[in-house]
């Protein structure tokens, strides 16, 4: 019943930055949580960080610190701010809607070249 849309991947240099965005519809009412995953080459996915309107943000300890997941309502977007870029950063990132199910978007790649 949600559909999700990433965008804001790409090829960035070692401490640089990017904001990624992930743009919900459908029956986005239902929606309790929105959570980034990424998966890198070779690798099994990866939780990075989570929001919902009863907790407070939580994220993964090698994006403590670095990242900042946020929500602009009014757009029904969630955001990944992704400051002091590192090469173990490369991954596919994953968007997630948690309803009584999780929906998935279908990714966008972010490559830091060291």
């Known amino acids: 019943q949600v559909q999700l849309a990433e965008s804001g991947g790409g090829l960035v240099q070692a401490g640089g930055s990017l904001r990624l965005s992930c743009e919900a519809s459908?029956?986005?009412?239902?929606?309790?949580?929105m959570a980034w995953y990424r998966q890198a080459p070779g690798k099994q996915g990866e939780w990075v960080a989570t929001i919902s309107r009863a907790t407070m943000p939580g994220y993964t300890d090698s994006a403590k610190g670095r990242f900042t997941i946020s929500t602009d309502n009014a757009k029904n977007t969630v955001y990944l701010q992704m400051n002091n870029l590192k090469p173990e950063d490369t991954a596919v990132y994953y968007c997630?809607?948690?309803?009584?199910?999780?929906?998935w978007g279908q990714g966008t790649k972010v490559t830091v070249s060291s």
């Open positions: 997630q809607a948690q309803t009584w199910r999780a929906d």
């Open positions: 459908g029956v986005i009412v239902s929606i309790n949580t």
